[in-house]
């Protein structure tokens, strides 16, 4: 079983920065990378973007360049820093994990980009 606790969300402005974090905990072995989502009201969830345990990254379009995922595997902790919102933004941002026994998602935590 692992855990996964967001933290960070917040209001900001349209061209501000927020850092995200996800503390993992439980069995974290096996786990070879984590993910960022985010879900906007009315909207489906989707993918915003993946580290793996060494450090590569992949981006959704709509963030490439403006955000950065990295994790801290000795504290088992992957962030999100985000600049230059905009108010598209604006959703429940959730972190994601998996291992060969389940998937796992944390509570989530908003983050909020007014205009």
């Known amino acids: 079983q692992v855990q996964l606790v967001e933290s960070g969300g917040d209001l900001v402005q349209t061209g501000g920065s927020l850092r995200l974090s996800c503390a993992a905990s439980g069995s974290y072995f096996n786990i070879n990378s984590m993910r960022w989502y985010r879900q906007a009201p009315g909207k489906e969830r989707e993918w915003v973007a993946t580290v793996t345990s060494g450090g590569n990254t992949n981006y959704a379009d709509s963030v490439k360049g403006r955000f950065t995922i990295s994790i801290d595997n000795a504290k088992r902790t992957v962030y999100l820093q985000m600049n230059s919102l905009k108010p598209e933004d604006t959703a429940v941002y959730y972190c994601?994990?998996?291992?060969?026994?389940?998937?796992?998602w944390g509570q989530g935590t908003q983050v909020t980009v007014s205009s």
């Open positions: 994601y994990t998996r291992n060969a026994l389940s998937t796992y």
